[in-house]
């Protein structure tokens, strides 16, 4: 079986194929959005299961985009995605933020200041990968996404 959990794989690949850095503290969520990208997508799926651990993670590796659950362990998504785009070589990587309860306030006052990308859940799969797609091209034309 292949395990969705394995946060660093030393395949020569990642190097020339684009990272995702996905941080999600749920193990089902975490699972289901590594296997849809490493299924669906030629990207690499890199899943951490909280902020720390993605702090730590981003000194060694720079991935090309951050999906980051609303409610993790110890801070935030929106609050992970500040500290990540304070590290240096890390302020123009798209994210997008993922969570069942994001409500108008939470995408007015925390997802648009930051020009993020919102999901209420990977529920639909289609339009999980359908953001990934347009996070990336976004980060190419170097615009914001909302």
Excluded: C, W
Excluded at 5 to 24: A, G, N, W
Excluded at 74 to 96: C, K, M, Q, R
């Amino acid at each position: 079986m292949h395990n969705a959990y394995q946060e660093e794989s030393p395949k020569k690949e990642r190097s020339s194929v684009k990272t995702i850095l996905i941080v999600e503290d749920d193990p089902g969520i975490g699972q289901y959005i590594s296997l849809a990208i490493s299924q669906e997508t030629p990207y690499l799926p890199l899943l951490v299961t909280d902020s720390v651990r993605a702090l730590e993670v981003v000194r060694h590796i720079k991935p090309n985009l951050f999906i980051l659950g609303y409610r993790l362990s110890s801070i935030n998504g929106v609050e992970l995605f500040d500290h990540l785009h304070l590290t240096e070589g890390l302020e123009a990587i798209p994210a997008i933020i993922l969570s069942a309860s994001l409500t108008g306030e939470m995408l007015e006052n925390e997802i648009k200041p930051r020009n993020l990308m919102a999901i209420n859940g990977p529920h639909a799969l289609d339009e999980f990968l359908d953001a990934v797609e347009k996070a990336f091209a976004s980060s190419a034309q170097g615009t914001a996404t909302d």
